[in-house]
């Protein structure tokens, strides 16, 4: 059974810092992993997806690798800002037929201004 | 861009009562997802659809029920409400091929007295 963990679970940095978000997954045999943002009291917003072929993505500020060997996956925020502050987090898609994802737990990041 | 719907955004009702969430998606998906997330928790699969008449049960059990009686419409049904209900229900869509990326809706969050 595929688990998705998310480490670590609460993230504060100063504004304008580089930070690393992290996530692992138990079964290498992903589809695709997506990253969301989720903003308190809201849904998830898709920032990233990697396919299983593929090694990175980038977008603007937000770079995310994927490592199916070692089964991880790392989301990386270049300088920081107070408007990343919310949860991100990531998901397996572990089969294309049935669409379905497995979620990690989430980390909460707050960037302080 | 993405649009899925939901409504209400937030709901407050008293136990026993029956209630239908909304979801609408006007991206002529044909996936589409409920899912489950209590506060400061992961997000868990509850029904899923491939497309009109299917439906299907999730990774987490759940007392409430589905229908696809069209494309871009799956409500979620409660048949008597209980506190244990009290949760964010998320609803998503998906199509067939391509990526596989999801795309979410606001959210309702349900509390049931």
């Known amino acids: 059974k595929q688990e998705v963990t998310q480490i670590p679970a609460a993230l504060s940095v100063p504004e304008g810092e580089n930070l690393v978000l992290n996530c692992s997954f138990t079964d290498s045999a992903i589809y695709n992993l997506q990253w969301f943002r989720q903003d308190p009291g809201k849904g998830l917003t898709s920032l990233l997806l990697i396919q299983s072929s593929q090694r990175e993505q980038t977008s603007g500020r937000l770079n995310a690798s994927l490592d199916k060997s070692s089964g991880r996956s790392t989301l990386y925020i270049a300088a920081s800002q107070p408007g990343d502050s919310a949860t991100y987090l990531c998901a397996d898609l572990i089969s294309s037929n049935t669409g379905k994802l497995i979620f990690g737990q989430g980390t909460t990041l707050q960037v302080k201004p | 861009e993405a649009d899925i719907y939901q409504t209400p955004r937030y709901l407050v009702i008293g136990t026993g009562k029956k209630i239908t969430l909304e979801c609408s998606q006007t991206m002529g998906h044909d996936k589409m997802y409920w899912y489950q997330q209590d506060p400061g928790m992961e997000l868990h699969l509850i029904h899923y659809?491939?497309?009109?008449?299917?439906?299907e049960k999730g990774d987490l059990s759940s007392e409430s029920t589905v229908s696809r009686i069209r494309t871009e419409h799956f409500p979620l049904t409660l048949e008597s409400a209980r506190p244990s209900h009290t949760s964010q229900y998320l609803c998503a869509s998906s199509r067939t091929g391509g990526l596989g990326e999801q795309f979410f809706g606001p959210g309702t969050r349900l509390t049931v007295l």
């Open positions: 659809s491939y497309g009109v008449n299917s439906t």
